[in-house]
């Protein structure tokens, strides 16, 4: 059998569309858009103006992070399970950035105090 690599549709979903669910997410557990927008800016270096025009502008995650300022070196201690897959494990580099992004946003809706989340 041929092994073949797949694409994931979430590559080229604009991330100013799923961004809604990630802060519906949050608010849910009462935790604040400040609070999401924070995560976004640590992980990817972007100001608050930069993260807004690229949700407006309809960027793709595979761009948002290829693109971003500036990744963060601190979020290679992010770990753990996501979606059933270990992160860490994950070799895929655009796939990897997603779940961590997604992991930080569920330790948000579980509480966790932002200085745990940001790894500071």
């Known amino acids: 059998m041929k092994a073949t690599t797949t694409?994931?549709?979430i590559y080229d979903m604009a991330v100013g569309k799923v961004y809604p669910a990630y802060l519906a997410k949050a608010e849910?557990?009462?935790?604040?858009?400040?609070?999401?927008?924070?995560i976004f800016r640590w992980l990817t270096g972007h100001t608050q103006k930069t993260l807004d025009a690229e949700f407006k502008k309809g960027t793709s995650f595979e761009d948002f992070f290829q693109?971003?300022?500036?990744?963060?070196?601190?979020?290679a201690g992010v770990t753990g399970v996501v979606c059933g897959?270990?992160?860490?494990?994950i070799e895929q580099p655009v796939m990897r950035e997603i779940r961590i992004l997604d992991k930080l946003i569920?330790?948000?809706?579980?509480g966790r105090p932002m200085a745990k989340i940001l790894r500071s």
Not at 67 to 75: E, F, I, K, T, V
């Open 7 to 9: 694409r994931h549709r």
């Open 28 to 38: 849910k557990k009462g935790r604040t858009k400040a609070e999401v927008d924070e």
């Open 67 to 75: 693109a971003a300022p500036g990744l963060n070196p601190l979020r």
């Open 85 to 89: 897959v270990r992160i860490e494990t």
């Open 106 to 110: 569920d330790e948000l809706a579980k």
